[in-house]
């Protein structure tokens, strides 16, 4: 039987297989008072990608995040991860999902009164069984992926911004995690400091990490994203391939596309 290219080409997934998907967004509303945010925001993080989050300044790409790590409850709506609802997870039950979710939020977050070695091995002694002598080589191993290496006794005021932000990012991740949110992690760095955070999260991405990357910043979202989801209205309003959306006709992605749409 032959099959003709069109049917093979319309056969083609175009929604993978549960195996294949880290987490999920189903239907989800949430509204701040009068204030609607989310009207049924939905879509699928496949494992292994980066997806980035695109959308204007207020239309609740921070609140998704934030939902997805259990700091907001949406209204209705189901966060499939692992087989569960993470919407319907109680406080104590979030706890073992926070060491699998990490969130890089704006912001180094570091503990002031603790080195850079102490940061990073904070996540380790308080999850793991880990003796401190593999603390200490994971630490090394980490600081050397951020291009941190020998910073391990620096207190984070004797940080860069640039390098508070990098240890931040290496502090959320250090526990391997299954999905890893980034909060306009470049947000306030110069464009050197941008670059490096940018490869830094390159190299993850090398090493197999899945992650949502919330950003204003559209070139550098492409540059590090398999995927684009543009939230507009309370509503995933496209989400597609970073080579589809760069070719989009539909106005309103190529407003942002072209930084039209780019405002902080
Ligand atoms: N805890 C809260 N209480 C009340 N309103 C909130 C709360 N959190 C967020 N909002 C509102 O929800 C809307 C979406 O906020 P969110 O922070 O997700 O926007 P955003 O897309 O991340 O914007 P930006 O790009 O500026 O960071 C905003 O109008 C905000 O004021
Ligand atoms: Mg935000």
Not at 20 to 41: S, T, Y
Not at 76 to 103: C, P, Q
Not at 149 to 158: F, I
Not at 202 to 216: A, C, S, Y
């Amino acid at each position: 039987m032959k099959a003709t290219s069109a049917s093979s080409a319309a056969s083609a997934p175009s929604s993978k297989s549960d195996s294949q998907v880290a987490l999920e967004l189903k239907d989800i509303h949430k509204a701040f008072g009068e204030k609607i945010v989310h009207e049924g925001v939905s879509f699928q993080l496949k494992k292994g990608e980066i997806l980035s989050l695109f959308g204007g300044s207020g239309t609740g790409k921070s609140v998704v995040l934030r939902s997805i790590i259990g700091l907001e409850k949406p209204d209705s709506g189901e966060i499939l991860f692992e087989g569960k609802d993470l919407t319907k997870l109680t406080e104590r039950e979030m706890v073992s999902f926070r060491t699998k979710i990490a969130y890089v939020f704006q912001g180094g977050a570091l503990f002031d009164s603790l080195t850079v070695e102490e940061n990073l091995s904070y996540p380790l002694k308080e999850h793991t069984r880990l003796k401190p002598a593999e603390i200490r080589k994971k630490v090394d191993e980490m600081l050397e992926l951020i291009d941190m290496k020998d910073s391990n006794d620096l207190l984070p005021d004797a940080l860069s911004g640039g390098m508070q932000k990098r240890a931040g990012l290496a502090r959320a991740i250090i526990l391997e995690p299954a999905v890893i949110l980034f909060d306009e992690p470049t947000a306030g760095l110069d464009p050197v400091n941008t670059h490096r955070l940018l490869d830094n999260i390159k190299r993850l991405k090398e090493k197999g990490i899945t992650g949502i990357f919330v950003t204003h910043d559209i070139p550098a979202a492409f540059e590090i994203s398999d995927r684009i989801a543009i939230l507009v209205k309370g509503k995933i309003h496209v989400i597609d391939t970073v080579e589809n959306i760069k070719a989009s006709q539909d106005p309103l992605v190529q407003s942002f596309v072209s930084g039209a749409m780019n405002n902080s």
